[in-house]
């Protein structure tokens, strides 16, 4: 039998358990006073998260991969932050992927067993040829999934840097995670339903991760997106939004310069600020390691 009696996750929150007798508009009330504890549980562990945004980064610029990889929602919000990364900041999807118990269908519909399965977790990241480049987060809100306690356990054993994002105390992924990032939420508006509080915790953390690496990789100039991906309408009017902002130039200048460059910001933004044309825009970005700040001194 499994004990959850120690989970902080599952125990009944006393400021709702008289939820079921509130009015809508209390019931809103309720939700959103115990959503407003949730951002202070992740500033408790911000130097951690710190810590992870530099592995990660640094693992990355070396030719790794960062895998999110866990079940439910915990699985699912792995696999929006990672979807998120190409359009956003340019990255090939096998850069950051997301990998959740049960598969593509779990995405879409509750395959619950399917997280009780060390040995699935394990072998869902043998699927991806792992290696000591690689960076493995493990996302589980109670610290305890078994799929999740498997996948940590054989990353770290072929070498990959391992990263547990948790909601518990004492969670048991810390004896593979390399760095524990613990944000401990409390008891749930309903008792157990980890979605609420620690899923809102897992995305502010998960938020971090990926935003805070591309930075450190060069992909933010100032605080703008300018490696995203031209790929619908409102992207490619962002793109002409940064480079007239960047540059100064007018909007015909800016559609010119990104037919020239393919609808490549950076190298739109270093062809006008330097006199210099596409290929050479480009070789110039690669000897600064993609850093636009830097191919600009």
């Not at 990255?91 to 593509?104: E, F, K, N, R, S």
């Not at 031209?230 to 037919?259: F, S, Y």
Request: some cysteine; hydrophobic content about 35%.
């Amino acid at each position: 039998m499994i004990d959850l009696t120690k989970l902080t996750t599952e125990q009944q929150n006393p400021r709702t358990k008289n939820i079921d007798g509130a009015t809508a508009l209390e019931i809103v009330k309720m939700i959103n006073e115990e959503d407003q504890t949730v951002p202070k549980a992740v500033k408790k562990i911000l130097p951690d998260i710190a810590r992870a945004i530099t592995v990660i980064a640094a693992h990355l610029s070396h030719g790794g991969r960062l895998f999110y990889i866990g079940s439910g929602t915990s699985g699912r919000l792995g696999i929006l932050d990672a979807s998120e990364c190409p359009p956003t900041y340019n990255t090939d999807p096998a850069l950051v992927q997301g990998i959740i118990a049960g598969g593509t269908p779990a995405i879409f519909k509750a395959q619950e067993g399917a997280e009780d399965s060390p040995a699935a977790g394990e072998e869902d990241l043998q699927k991806q040829n792992l290696c000591n480049l690689d960076v493995v987060v493990g996302l589980t809100a109670s610290g305890r999934t078994p799929y999740v306690l498997g996948a940590l356990e054989y990353a770290r054993k072929v070498g990959s840097y391992t990263i547990a994002v948790t909601c518990t105390e004492n969670p048991e992924t810390e004896k593979f995670a390399r760095i524990s990032l613990t944000a401990v939420t409390g008891p749930e508006v309903i008792t157990g339903s980890t979605r609420m509080k620690a899923g809102t915790a897992q995305k502010l953390i998960l938020n971090m991760l990926s935003t805070g690496s591309m930075i450190l990789m060069g992909k933010v100039y100032g605080n703008l997106m300018v490696d995203l991906q031209c790929t619908n309408e409102k992207l490619k009017a962002r793109a002409r939004r940064i480079l007239m902002e960047v540059t100064g130039c007018d909007p015909e200048t800016a559609e010119q310069l990104l037919e020239k460059s393919g609808g490549s910001v950076k190298p739109a933004i270093l062809m006008h600020l330097s006199g210099i044309d596409y290929p050479e825009a480009v070789e110039k970005l690669k000897e600064n390691h993609g850093s636009l700040k830097q191919a600009l001194r």
